[in-house]
């Protein structure tokens, strides 16, 4: 029996969140029965990568708050 150690994808870069998906579910059909497994490790990493992501955008909004309320009233 053939082992598949790589394969290639072509992705529709017009619909990333789908294309993910279905990468994923074509893995999960190469490893049954460690599904829970592989989608605990994904779900670590999107869920890292997302608190990161609103880290940022939290401490823009701030900073950009900032700026306009020292803009808004000018030291005297």
């Known amino acids: 029996m053939a082992v598949i150690t790589k ?3 072509s992705l529709d870069v017009t619909q990333p969140a789908q294309e993910v998906a279905d990468v994923i579910t074509l893995l999960l059909g190469m490893y049954p029965g460690r599904e829970i497994e592989i989608l ?3 779900d670590e990493e ?3 990568a997302l608190a ?3 880290k940022a955008k939290l401490e823009a ?3 950009g708050a ?3 309320n020292s803009e808004a009233s000018p030291e005297l």
């Open 7 to 9: 394969f290639d994808v």
């Open 40 to 42: 605990q490790q994904i």
């Open 46 to 48: 999107v869920g890292s």
């Open 52 to 54: 990161k992501l609103e």
């Open 61 to 63: 909004e701030s900073t």
């Open 66 to 68: 900032e700026t306009s």
